[in-house]
């Protein structure tokens, strides 16, 4: 019986750890106005068919834990804010970043283009970034460590 050298294991188990550490855009993402730096609420990015959406999970604001899209037009309007999608069908591309026609604030009731990615230097941090022409506002948003 032959057995691999122990270098060879220990290479196939780094590696291994590896893959099952690398984190991943889903789960739940902590909202921080880029331009208050206040946290605005919880937003849960999970994947669907291979596409990715998110959804408001909780509105952290003080005194808009209730909010209604009040700006909002057609079946959205007056509709409640928790709950609501936010991020539709967004495709992952060769490089690993999230690409969509949908990012939706219900605060302003606008739609842009969106590019979604991991900080590739810190994995507990989304950049989400919306297009509006050639235009453009980059977030930063917080992972949620689950307890």
């Known amino acids: 019986m032959i057995h691999p050298p122990k270098i060879v294991v220990l290479v196939c188990l780094i590696g291994f750890g ?3 550490s ?3 855009v889903f789960g739940k993402w902590k909202t921080i106005d ?3 730096g ?3 609420g919880i937003i849960n990015i999970y994947e669907k068919d291979g596409l990715m959406y998110g959804y408001v999970e909780k509105i952290l604001e003080p005194g808009k834990e209730d909010s209604i899209c009040t700006k909002c037009e057609d079946e959205l309007k007056d509709k409640p804010v928790i709950g609501m999608e936010i991020i539709t069908a967004a495709k992952k591309d060769e490089d690993g970043e999230w690409k969509g026609k949908r ?3 219900p605060e302003q009731a606008m739609t842009f ?3 979604i990615w991991l900080n590739p230097e810190n994995s507990n941090e989304l950049k989400v970034r919306g297009y ?3 235009i453009y506002r980059t977030q930063t948003w917080l992972r949620v460590q689950e307890k």
């Open 22 to 24: 690398g984190q991943s």
């Open 18 to 20: 590896h893959i099952l």
């Open 103 to 105: 990012l939706f604030d």
């Open 132 to 134: 509006l022409a050639f």
């Open 38 to 40: 206040n946290p605005k």
């Open 34 to 36: 880029d331009r208050t």
């Open 113 to 115: 283009r969106c590019k």
